[in-house]
């Protein structure tokens, strides 16, 4: 099974800097089949980010995704407080399918 | 796409529950789709797929042998027979288009496991 690390726990940023959110996993993603996700309170999840840098559709290009192999990274540019949630990475180059265990980000 | 969960609600330990999950707005019969959990204040857990038309099905080791996952494709619908629930199946449990990641998820329906 592939364990998937995210890092920080919580990430407390002002409107309009940058976050950058890491996803670390215990062997290489097949086909760097690595997808990220948001979640609000109260809401399911949405797919942002599938094939580690392909933005899902209607997702705004402020959400980026990069990374290979082991290591990860979900950026989030010019951050507002709407943004505020959890992201979740998903690994699925691998059985079964597993998911990081978030990274809460907080809006100042 | 609209994916509607139905079937949640309170249940002992080692009872039984079926959820269902309707699906519209996308060709359900080619789509792959699974179920997806989530503890109370915890994260999300993958529980089980299935394929669109094969009906080639997965699941977490924790639920093999307890749960069943199938489909009816003529009713849009997927399904989940959970049975000897454990305190630890309570969640939150959402359906999903799948295609080894969830590109669409329902609201979900709440599962509560206990005495």
């Known amino acids: 099974e592939i364990v998937l690390t995210q890092s920080p726990g919580t990430l407390s940023l002002s409107p309009g800097e940058r976050a950058t959110l890491s996803c670390r996993a215990s062997q290489s993603v097949s086909g760097n089949n690595l997808a990220w996700y948001q979640q609000k309170p109260g809401q399911p999840p949405r797919v942002l980010i599938y094939g580690a840098f392909s933005r899902a559709t209607g997702i705004p290009d402020k959400f980026s995704g990069s990374g290979s192999g082991t290591d990860f990274t979900l950026t989030i540019s010019r951050l507002e407080p709407e943004d505020s949630a959890v992201y979740y990475c998903?690994?699925?180059?691998?059985?079964?399918?597993?998911f990081g265990q978030g990274t809460k980000v907080e809006i100042k | 796409v609209q994916l509607l969960e139905s079937g949640g609600g309170l249940v002992q330990p080692g009872g039984s529950l079926r959820l269902s999950c309707e699906a519209s707005?996308?060709?359900?019969?080619?789509?792959?789709m699974a179920w997806v959990r989530q503890a109370p204040g915890k994260g999300l857990e993958w529980v089980s797929g299935i394929s669109g038309s094969t009906t080639d099905t997965y699941y977490i080791d924790s639920v093999k042998g307890r749960f069943t996952v199938s489909r009816d494709n003529s009713k849009n619908t997927m399904y989940l027979q959970m049975n000897s629930l454990r305190a630890e199946d309570t969640a939150v449990y959402y359906c999903?288009?799948?295609?080894?990641?969830?590109?669409?998820w329902g609201q979900g329906t709440l599962v509560t496991v206990s005495s």
């Open positions: 707005g996308f060709s359900f019969p080619t789509h792959g």
């Open positions: 999903a288009k799948w295609d080894g990641y969830a590109h669409d």
């Open positions: 998903q690994q699925y180059g691998g059985s079964p399918r597993t």
